[in-house]
C-alpha cells in the first residue's frame, strides 16, 4: 500500500510556499495519481493562488519535475539501504526486491519519475538525482556481470527487468498471475521465490 507523504492541508506558512506547492503537488500524485494532478488543485491544497505556481516553477512541469526529483531520492534510500555482500548474485536479487518495494509504496513518484512529457529531464538536477539514485545499482550489475561483458549492456538488461517487474506489480497484473496476490503480497511473498530460482538471467 502506498505511503502517504506529509500532506500540505496546513498551506502555506512562514514564506515557505515552494516547499508547500511541492508537499501538495507529491500528495495529490500520491492520493490520485499523475491523472488526477493539477495546478489548480495543488495551489488550493498549498492555500496560494493559482498564479503562484507558475511564478515559482514555470509550469507545471517545472513543479513536477521537483516531485520526480524526490522520487529519485526515495529510491535511492530504498537501493542504498541494500547491504553489498560477497553474493552478487543475491545482491542484485536483494536490490530487485526494494526496487519493486520502492515502486508499490511510492506508485505515483515511480510513474512520474520515467514520463519525459512531464519533467524536465534537461534540468541538471534531474541527471543528477538519477545518478545518484542508481549508482550502487550500476556498481553491483558490473560485479555480478561476466568477465569482458559490456558494462552499459549488463546495466540496460538488468535495470530494465528490474523496472518490468515493478511496473507489472503496480499495474496490478500480479493478480492475474499470482492467485489474485495484490502488489503488496506478491512483494513480500512471491517475488523472492521468484528472483531465487529464475534471476538474473545468464549468470553463471
Request: some cysteine.
Amino acid at each position: 500500500m502506498a505511503e502517504s507523504p506529509n500532506s500540505a492541508k496546513s498551506g502555506y506558512h512562514h514564506g515557505n510556499l515552494k516547499s508547500a506547492m511541492i508537499d501538495a503537488a507529491d500528495t495529490i500524485i500520491c492520493e490520485h495519481g499523475i491523472e488526477g494532478f493539477s495546478l489548480r488543485e495543488a495551489a488550493r491544497r498549498a492555500g496560494v493562488s493559482i498564479g503562484a505556481p507558475a511564478h515559482h516553477f514555470g509550469s507545471a512541469k517545472g513543479l513536477l519535475t521537483e516531485v520526480a526529483l524526490l522520487g529519485y531520492g526515495s529510491l535511492g534510500e530504498y537501493l542504498n539501504a541494500v547491504v553489498a555482500s560477497d553474493d552478487a548474485r543475491r545482491d542484485l536479487r536483494d536490490l530487485a526486491q526494494a526496487y519493486v518495494r520502492f515502486a508499490i509504496t511510492h506508485t505515483g513518484r515511480f510513474r512520474l519519475m520515467f514520463r519525459p512529457d512531464l519533467v524536465d529531464r534537461d534540468d541538471p538536477r534531474y541527471s543528477e538525482a538519477s545518478r545518484q539514485a542508481l549508482t550502487g545499482l550500476a556498481t553491483a550489475i558490473a560485479r555480478g556481470a561476466p568477465a569482458g561483458a559490456d558494462a552499459m549492456g549488463e546495466l540496460f538488461v538488468v535495470w530494465s527487468s528490474m523496472h518490468g517487474m515493478a511496473n507489472l506489480a503496480v499495474d496490478g497484473k500480479a493478480k492475474y498471475l499470482f492467485g489474485g496476490a495484490d502488489a503488496d503480497r506478491f512483494a513480500s511473498e512471491i517475488l523472492p521465490g521468484l528472483l531465487e530460482t529464475a534471476w538474473p538471467f545468464g549468470r553463471p
